[in-house]
């Protein structure tokens, strides 16, 4: 038998013109001044075993061996023939197992892993009947909003718990010294095992991909866009090819732009491009410096807009390039360089194996 965990917090009070409803009903909020009411969705008990029972058929168990030992974690069913899970999960797999629901198990085959987004599939055949796809969101989901994470945490399969999206475009680190941009925040339980399953909204649609490697009380998700940009090339090629410049950047920091005479604190500072690369052709990198403050970088290129994107962040770099951009592709980088703006076209090429 499935265990259901249901971890539900409801607290009314302390607005001006809040009116009760019914059970799962939208709660009538006087928004204070205007007179006029918003309508606020509200999570309860009924609505969560209903969001259960709808998804957990298509969410399944995974037994992986490798030749060090054994493993579990979670996925959900893509297609008719496909499982989304993490790629740490499957790693080095000889055997996959996957259980479902009703208890039926079924072999499992590795058909495509990306390391860089910790994205895997895996191909099965012969699906149980209940277990029909998730349909994936195609949109980014709101801070704040409902969400419930599903599968099997310390090997307890069917498991559900509940929380919110606490943010949206995280960058989450990872083994290896790299990040995974996109991803979705959550304070939902997420634990050993959930690695791979979903993260949905109340209304069973996945947002995210559970990643179980980060504090606690801090989940983090590979999101929606990243699964609808690399799982489809995992099922067609195995791979997902990766858009790379070759440069490695600090987040500009009140000490950067006054050394740079920035009228604004945004943007990356170029400190060192990889030989052999466009970027090294094109950005000039400038010369870290501590002061006593902290960090400050001398000369160089700060960026800041790619193909007109403004850039704030490495988050925003790194998500225009994996969800916009393909190896090959010819990309405008605007920098800030010698105090004058000006903008260099730069072809990408494909990331090297991490």
Known sequence: MAILSLVVGLALGGVVGMSATPSGQPLSIEAPGTGSTVQTPVSTAEDLTELYDRTIDSVVKLRVTTLEGSAQGSGFVYDERHIVTNEHVVEDARTVLVQFSNGEWRTGEVVGTDVYTDLAVVRVENLPASATPLPVADRTPEPGQPVAALGSPFGLEGTIT???????????RVEGGFSIPDTVQTDAPINPGNSGGPLVSMQGTVIGVNRAKEGDNVGFAISAAVVHRVVP???RTGTYDHSYVGIQTLPVTPEIAEEHGLEEVRGLAVISTLEGTPAADALEPGELETTETGHTVAGGDIIVAI??????SNQDLSRYLLLHTQPGDSVDITVIRDGERITL???LIERPPA
């Open 233 to 235: 090339a995992l099922i």
């Open 307 to 312: 193909d007109d994107r403004p850039v704030q």
């Open 345 to 347: 076209p730069l072809e």
């Open 162 to 172: 509940h929380g919110i999206v606490s943010g949206v475009n995280r960058s989450m």
